[in-house]
């Protein structure tokens, strides 16, 4: 038996032009993940809080050089709880929306292990400097240079 052609040509057109729209599913587990990034991105913070409060609270009364290293590091600490919420909140918010986005972030992490690294590399000087720079000033003193 011959199929009508024309038959044929209204099925395949209709089927071509009509766009089936399925909600997105999405699995719950996916907000636990979210959930426990942001847990690993706070506990994170709350050790370089607890390095930066013991430094300004338990260090030597005339050591200034931990306690500005204690300053440099807090407000390292406070910006990464407030870019872990940020980003914890944004995440949420587009899964529960079932928007399409990317789950890995690229530029956040590398800003913030940028800002660390200059945070300990200002500790560390600002440390050195006042154990050093006592024995260079006497140095320079004894021999007339300043």
């Not at 959930?35 to 809080?49: N, P, Q």
């Not at 030597?60 to 807090?74: F, R, T, W």
């Amino acid at each position: 038996e011959q199929i009508n052609p024309k038959f044929t040509d209204t099925l395949l057109s209709g089927a071509a032009d009509k766009k089936i729209c399925v909600p997105q599913k999405i699995d719950f587990k996916t907000f636990f993940v979210n959930e426990r990034t942001f847990l690993k991105w706070l506990s994170i913070s709350v050790l370089i809080g607890a390095m930066a409060l013991t430094l300004l609270n338990f260090s030597d009364s005339d050591s200034d050089g931990a306690q500005l290293a204690g300053l440099v590091l807090l407000p390292v600490s406070i910006s990464y709880m407030l870019y872990s919420l940020m980003v914890f909140r944004n995440r949420a918010n587009k899964i529960y929306l079932r928007e399409p986005m990317r789950y890995d972030d690229t530029r956040g992490p590398t800003i913030l292990v940028i800002i660390l690294a200059v945070a300990v590399l200002l500790a560390t000087t600002f440390s050195l400097q006042k154990h050093y720079g006592r024995s260079v000033a006497a140095k320079l003193n004894a021999e007339g240079g300043y």
